[in-house]
């Protein structure tokens, strides 16, 4: 956990310190780091504890909080996500537009309205869920999850059910879907377009591509396991699983963005190694 917070900090030091990553782009990867620091530093030490703790015990509260903490990470993530990919469109298929399209005043609103939207969606979540009365107490996962507290329910949960699929159907199908048909756009425009526009394409796009794929992974993995049957999974296997897009993404995502944008890349090498 050191690592990521060590390298994540680092890099968004570096892009809010100089002037010259003061673009959309940059902009919208220090709020997607921003939010990687918050999800791995807000729910991974208290799960380490649980999982070397001898008692693993949580109180209701705090149970919520461990839902709201990972629902809101995996929400502004995918929320990201989707901006960045709106962002690259914007770039690459109307590059001649792309500045009067993003100002600066646009790029606050969407980073604003991608953190307003995630947390929204959990509030209802969590309300919906705190009203319930539970008739069990043993949640059999590493930590809380919307689903596995619902299920401990004592009566009718139609609405929490319905919400739940809505919650998911928008955040993992519509965000990724709306995230592949950009990145479909960008290709047809790269294919027909000058090998100058395609390595440019490939240059900013490969990272937002790699990024939102483990991601939707990561997160599908979890979906699965919270909805079916996992007994016949290694132990061990399953909270790697559960703990995969909470530690991997973070840490994925600071060395793929600052290995291949070029110009993170030379300002981290100026600053750890002296000038270039």
Known sequence: MQIIVIITTSLIAVICVNRSLHEPMYMFLCSLFVNELYGSTGLFPFLLVQILSDIHTVSAPLCFLQIFCLYTYANVEFCNL????YDRYLAICFPLQYNTHMMSRK???LIAIAWLFALLAVIVMISLNASLKLCGNIIERIYCDNY???KLAC???TANNIYGLIYTFTVLAFLTTLN???YMRILKVCFSGSKQTRQKAVSTCTPHLASLLNFSCGCFLEVLQSRFSMSHVPNSFRIFLSLYF???QPLFNPILYGLNMTKIRTICKSLFFGKI
């Open 82 to 85: 989707a901006v960045m990919s």
């Open 107 to 109: 790029v606050i609103r």
């Open 148 to 150: 596995s507290v619902v």
């Open 155 to 157: 009566y009718d949960t």
């Open 180 to 182: 592949l048909y950009t």
């Open 246 to 248: 909470l530690i991997f």
